[in-house]
C-alpha cells in the first residue's frame, strides 16, 4: 500500500526528520501539536496540523485516542511515532492497526516480547543469541527465589526492571546483605514508573561499553544489519555522544559481522519488521551480550546514516508500505566516521541542572561534513514539559580525527543565546585524551572526566562583555540590510518571512 498521508505523532527535530522524509518521498503529512507547541518547526514542516491538547505529554502526544482520531479525520493512511511517546507502545501499535492504519514500525506482538526485558532475554537465550548470565525464563520471581538466584550468580550484581529499560528502576548490588533492600527499592520504582514491579537479575558485566546494532528488516523476511554505534559515552543513563563505527570494533571487520548477525538474529527470533536496535555490552574481551532491544527509531539513528549513506527514516516508511529492501547485506559499508553530540539545554557547569525559557538566538553550524538535526530556532521556548535537546549535532569525515576536528569546528561555530547549553561539556570532552584515545567505558563521564579545570577559568569580564554586546547589536543592524532572493514564485520575501514569523505557516 503506497501512502498518500502520513500522521507524524511526534514534536521535535525528530518530528521535523520524518516530515522531510515524507516530503523526500512525495507524501503529504499531517502534524499534532499541544497548546505550547503551536508555533514550533514541525508545525510549520507539515502540510496541515491539528491540535491535540494542553502541554503535558499525558493530555497531549500520549493520547492514543486523540492520535487516531485527528489521523482518520486528515485521511492519513500511516502513522509514524518517532521516538519516546509511544513509539514503543504495543497497545497503540494495535489500536492502529484495528482502526485501519499503517503503525511505521514493528507489530504489537514484537513489541510486546521486546518490551518485557525477561521474556525477551528468554526469547534471544532460545534463539542462540548471548545474554548476560542472570535469571532464566518469563515468569515473575518472589523475593525468596532472587535471593537464591543472587548466590549462584555472584557479586557484583544488577536487579533490573522487566517492564524497564534504559537504566529505570535499575539497582547495583555488591553483596548479599545489600539484596533485600535494593530488591524493594528496584520494585517500588519499577511500580511507579511502569505500574509492574517484576525485576530479574544480571550478573553486572565491568568495564563494559555500551554498543548497539542498527538493523532493518523488511515485511519480506530480509533481515540486514547497517553495524555498530558506539553509546558510552553517558551520564546517568542519558547519552551524550554517540559515534559509529565504535573505536572499539574500528576495522575488525569480522568482530562486526558477528556482531550484526546476533542483531539479525535477535530481530528474527521476534518476527522483527522495520528499523530496530540491538543494544549490547562489550567487555574488555570482546565478549558481548544482548541487552535488550529498542523496538523504535533511535535518537542517534543519524550517525548510522552518515557511514552507511542509508536513509532510516525513508527505509522505514518504504518497508510499511510493503517494499522490500533495495539492497542486501553485501551492499552495506562503513565508510568514514560520523559523530553526533547531543546538544542539550542545560548547564554542564551546575551538574547539568536544565535550563528553559526563550531561545533568543539559534546560529546553527553549517560547512563540510556538519548536519544539524532540530526543532529549535531562534525565538522559539524551551519549556520543561518536554526533553530538553535543542538539537542534535552530527559531524562526518573520512577518519575519527578529521570528525574530530570537524565537530569542534562546529561546536565553536554553534551560538545559542537564551538559555545554557552543554556545549562546553562537548568542547571539554573533544579535548580530552582518553576519549581521543578511545579509552573510555559507561563510566567516563562521571567518574574520570570532569568541567572543573574549565569552570576556574570562568571569570566575569564585564568590559568584555559591554564590547561584545556593542558589536553583536552591530551586527544584527547590518544583517537585517541584507535581503534575501526571491523564489521566483512572486511572493515577497518580506510578505513570506512575516507569514511565517505570524501566522507560524
Ligand atoms: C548492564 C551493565 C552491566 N552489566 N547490565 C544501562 C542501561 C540499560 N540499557 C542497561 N544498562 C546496563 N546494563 C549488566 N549486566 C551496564 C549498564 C550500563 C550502565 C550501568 C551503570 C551505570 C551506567 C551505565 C551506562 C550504560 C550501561
Redesign the pocket.
Known amino acids: 500500500m503506497t501512502f498518500s498521508k502520513v500522521l507524524v505523532a511526534n514534536r521535535g527535530e525528530i518530528a521535523v526528520r520524518v516530515l522531510r522524509a515524507c516530503r523526500e518521498l512525495g507524501v503529504e503529512t499531517v502534524a499534532v501539536y499541544s497548546d505550547v507547541d503551536r508555533k514550533s518547526l514541525h508545525v510549520r514542516f507539515a502540510d496541515e496540523a491539528y491540535p491535540i491538547g494542553p502541554a503535558p505529554s499525558a493530555q497531549s502526544y500520549l493520547r492514543m485516542d486523540t492520535l487516531i482520531e485527528v489521523a482518520k479525520k486528515s485521511g492519513a493512511q500511516a502513522v509514524h511515532p518517532g521516538y519516546g511517546f509511544l513509539s514503543e507502545n504495543a497497545d497503540f501499535a494495535q489500536m492502529c492497526a484495528e482502526e485501519g492504519l499503517v503503525f511505521i514500525g514493528p507489530s504489537p506482538d514484537a513489541i510486546r516480547r521486546m518490551g518485557d526485558k525477561g521474556v525477551a532475554r528468554a526469547t534471544m537465550k532460545a534463539a542462540g543469541v548471548s545474554v ?1 548470565p ?1 535469571t532464566e525464563g518469563e515468569h515473575q520471581l518472589r523475593d525468596e527465589q532472587l535471593l537464591a538466584e543472587a548466590e549462584k550468580i555472584g557479586f557484583p ?2 536487579i ?1 526492571a522487566t517492564a ?4 529505570k528502576g ?1 539497582r ?1 548490588v555488591s553483596a548479599m546483605e545489600e539484596m533485600p533492600s535494593a530488591i524493594q527499592s528496584a520494585r517500588r520504582e519499577s511500580k511507579a514508573a511502569f505500574g509492574d514491579d517484576n525485576v530479574y537479575l ?5 568495564k ?1 561499553r ?1 554498543i548497539e546494532i542498527q538493523v532493518l528488516a523488511d515485511q519480506h523476511g530480509n533481515v540486514i544489519h547497517l553495524g555498530e554505534r558506539e ?2 559515552i ?1 551520564r ?2 542519558q547519552k551524550l555522544l554517540e559515534e559509529a563505527p565504535s573505536v572499539f570494533v574500528m576495522d575488525d571487520e569480522a568482530f562486526r559481522q558477528r556482531m550484526g548477525a546476533v542483531g539479525v538474529l535477535a530481530a528474527k527470533a521476534v518476527g522483527y519488521v522495520n528499523a530496530g536496535t540491538v ?1 549490547c ?1 562489550v567487555d574488555e574481551n570482546k565478549n558481548f ?1 544482548f ?2 532491544m529498542n523496538t523504535r527509531l533511535q535518537v542517534e539513528h543519524p550517525v548510522t546514516e552518515l557511514v552507511t549513506g542509508v536513509d532510516i527514516v525513508f527505509q522505514q516508511i518504504r518497508i510499511a508500505q510493503g517494499y522490500p529492501l533495495p539492497f542486501g547485506q553485501e551492499d552495506i559499508r562503513m565508510r568514514g566516521w560520523a559523530i553526533e553530540c547531543r546538544i542539550n539545554a542545560e548547564d554542564p557547569f551546575n551538574q547539568f541542572f536544565p535550563s528553559t525559557g526563550v531561545v533568543s538566538e539559534h546560529d546553527v553550524p553549517t560547512g563540510p561534513g556538519v548536519r544539524v538535526d532540530t526543532g529549535v530556532f531562534g525565538g522559539c521556548t524551551i519549556t520543561p514539559h518536554y526533553d530538553p535537546m535543542i538539537s542534535k549535532l552530527i559531524c562526518y569525515g573520512e577518519t575519527r580525527d578529521q570528525a574530530v576536528r570537524r565537530m569542534r569546528r562546529a561546536l565553536a561555530e554553534y551560538h545559542i543565546l537564551g538559555v545554557a547549553s552543554n556545549i562546553p561539556f562537548h568542547q571539554t570532552l573533544l579535548q580530552d585524551a582518553r576519549f581521543l584515545a578511545g579509552d573510555f567505558d ?2 567516563f563521564v ?1 567518574n574520570q572526566f570532569s568541567m572543573e579545570s574549565v569552570a576556574g577559568d570562568l571569570e566575569t569580564h564585564p568590559e568584555i562583555a559591554a564590547i561584545l554586546a556593542t558589536l553583536v547589536a552591530h551586527q544584527e543592524t547590518e544583517r537585517s540590510a541584507h535581503i534575501e532572493r526571491d523564489c521566483g514564485d512572486g511572493t515577497s520575501n518580506w510578505k513570506r518571512k512575516g507569514r511565517w514569523k505570524q501566522m507560524g505557516r
Not at 524497564?164 to 537504566?167: E, I, K, P, Q, S
Not at 544480571?202 to 565491568?206: D, F, G, L, V, Y
Open positions: 548476560v542472570g550484581l544488577l533490573k524497564g529499560g534504559g537504566g535499575m547495583t544480571e550478573k553486572m558485566i565491568e563494559a555500551h553509546c558510552s553517558q546517568r543513563h543494544e555490552l551480550y541487552l535488550e559507561t563510566r562521571e
